[in-house]
């Protein structure tokens, strides 16, 4: 079935280092979201891509969604504490609205 | 606009009792997606719900579980003779079924003794 995979699924960083999780669906996705999960929290959205090869920018984050429409990664420029947290990506399964969700890269960063 | 908000946050049951997870989509929204997650996992998909409507439940357990989205109220989501195994988060998220983004409530953390 349809499976989406994100590596890697644990980070460690200094603060200031920058950070990059990437994320591979089995199957051609018409978009691709974020979210991102604090600490005992809840996931939230943080974007979605669109169209092949868009990249999309939130200050330090960077989005891209591959030209194949089958990848996707997320990179931070210069971490900071309060990028601690999961990383998630997901896709559309199937026809319903409905996502396929990654495990999630778990980010820690040392002050 | 309030969020999507879900009670209660914390639940105890005792193995056997019946747990009952209600969620309040966000205002404008009619559909409702019901997730679990277990201590340092990922998101594991349980059912999609419209109003009145099961649109996706190939998530969820054959047994002891069931979910409801009436035309008034809360969706619920009951899960009926409980075991330790059942004790995890359980988030639900909604949109207006247009777009796919979701957005979360905070999530019930069910514990079972």
């Known amino acids: 079935g349809q499976q989406v995979m994100q590596i890697p699924q644990y980070q460690h960083v200094q603060e200031g280092e920058d950070f990059t999780t990437y994320c591979n669906s089995s199957?051609?996705?018409?978009?691709i979201q974020w979210y991102k999960q604090r600490p005992g929290g809840h996931p939230v959205f943080l974007i979605q891509?669109?169209?092949s090869g868009e990249v999309k920018k939130q200050k330090r984050l960077t989005f891209q969604f591959g030209e194949a429409k089958k990848n996707s990664s997320l990179h931070i420029t210069a971490t900071q504490t309060t990028d601690v947290g999961t990383y998630f990506c997901?896709?559309?399964?199937?026809?319903?609205?409905?996502?396929?969700w990654g495990l999630g890269t778990s980010l820690a960063v040392n002050p | 606009n309030a969020g999507v908000m879900q009670n209660p946050r914390h639940l105890v049951r005792r193995r056997g009792q019946e747990a009952r997870l209600r969620c309040s989509p966000m205002?404008?929204?009619?559909?409702v997606y019901w997730y679990r997650q277990l201590p340092e996992e990922g998101l594991k998909f349980m059912v999609y719900?419209?109003?009145?409507?099961?649109?996706?439940e190939s998530g969820m357990p054959k047994e002891r579980f069931s979910a409801e989205f009436p035309k008034e109220g809360p969706s619920i989501l009951r899960i009926q003779q409980v075991v330790r195994g059942d004790s995890a988060a359980y988030f639900c998220?909604?949109?207006?079924?247009?777009?796919?983004?979701?957005?979360f409530g905070p999530g019930t953390r069910l514990t079972v003794t």
């Open positions: 199957t051609t996705l018409s978009n």
């Open positions: 891509l669109v169209k």
């Open positions: 997901a896709g559309p399964a199937g026809n319903n609205r409905k996502l396929i």
């Open positions: 205002k404008g929204h009619s559909h």
């Open positions: 998220a909604s949109n207006h079924g247009q777009t796919y983004e979701q957005y």
């Open positions: 719900l419209q109003k009145e409507n099961i649109i996706d």
